[in-house]
């Protein structure tokens, strides 16, 4: 890929021009530029030269080929048959705990007028790590994909020709949750509330009412550990039960925030919010997405097979990938459904709070029942930050 970058001084009137890439003295790719009267600006192009040869370069007005200035660029190397474009992660970020697994996926397209049969490599850090044979008519495209399941590391991964990019597999470490002090908090919309907690049996209990979970309303109960999250982390629970006649929109689950003591009362609330829930009926993700103090239902949840119960459970899981995260729901504990990810949460702090939560939207206070919350670190040595 070569990136073209030229300056344009617009003297005319404020409108919009239609500037195009000339190679060759014909045009490669034009599009439409907004431009000010008096103003200079900067447009870029990306060229994919698939063969060798000369070619002078040119950018302008779809009228200026013979007075736009030129660069030459001289390609070596033989005409390729297929091109690799569109590399995608299933996690955008590139970011995953060990263990799990990354899918990584490209276009291959044949840019030839013969029927090919190719070998197409994928590559971690330039060295093959998997090939797949494809077979592609003349001018046809296909997805391809490999999955990997990459140690600890940081890696530049690729398929064939496409353009490298990083990926980050980090190690995460048990967090002991006995030796840690738990807090709770109520928001003024979801009083009356009452919280049971047992460590030693790994059991939490919350009854919260409240107006809503989203919006301005923010409005859930809360048991939760202080600033104990810090950087990339998993967190796992078993929700075993509703109380009855729970309403179908009361929403339980695990919630990560700046501060979750801080929920949108008469000001803003924290920054940060992360929830991925369950509620008798429906799974979902929701978070902060701008970043103004509360969450907002971001994304479409997905039906539940049945409501849970102490003999059929349903498991939970947040992931953290840098600045976004990603909600999981298991009926085993053992294969995961992926419910969301979520877009980079804006504000997020470096220290977080993390626990569970649950709240209502008809003001009848309800139960969640919890059980078997666990939470992995990927920083090691998180016991010296709360001696």
Known sequence: T????????????????????????????FRNVPVIKNNEQEVEFDLKLYEPGTFKISVGGLEDLLSSPEEIIEVSGNKLQFVCDKLKLSEESGIIPIGDELEISAEIKNIGDLRIKTLVPL??????????????????????????????????????NTTPVDIKVYPHYPVDITRLVWHTHTATRAKPSDFKIDLENNYFEIVASGTDFLHAEDSYGAIYLKKIVKGNFIATVKVIKFGEGTNPWFRAGIYVRNDISKSFEIQPGSLGSVLVFITPKVAGVHWDEFGDGCMHQAGSSIKLRYEPTENSPIWIRLVRHGNS???????????????????????????????????????????????????????????????
Do not use: H
């Open 325 to 387: 995260f990603t909600g999981y729901i298991s009926y085993d504990g053992r294969e995961w459904i992926k419910l969301r990810d979520t877009k980079p949460v804006p504000g997020l702090a470096e220290e977080m709070d993390i626990g569970l939560a649950a709240g209502t939207i008809d003001r009848r206070p309800s139960l969640a029942v919890f059980k078997d919350f666990t939470l992995e670190l990927e920083e090691e040595g998180w016991e010296k930050r709360i001696q």
């Open 123 to 160: 590559y971690l850090n330039e060295d093959i790590l998997d090939s797949k044979v494809v077979e592609l008519l003349p001018q046809e495209t296909k997805d391809i994909s490999f999955l990997i399941r990459p140690a600890k590391g940081i890696y530049k991964v690729r398929i064939g």
């Open 2 to 29: 070569v990136k073209i970058s030229c300056s344009i001084y617009n003297k005319g009137a404020t409108g919009v021009e239609k500037i195009a890439l000339f190679v060759n003295g014909r045009i490669a790719e």
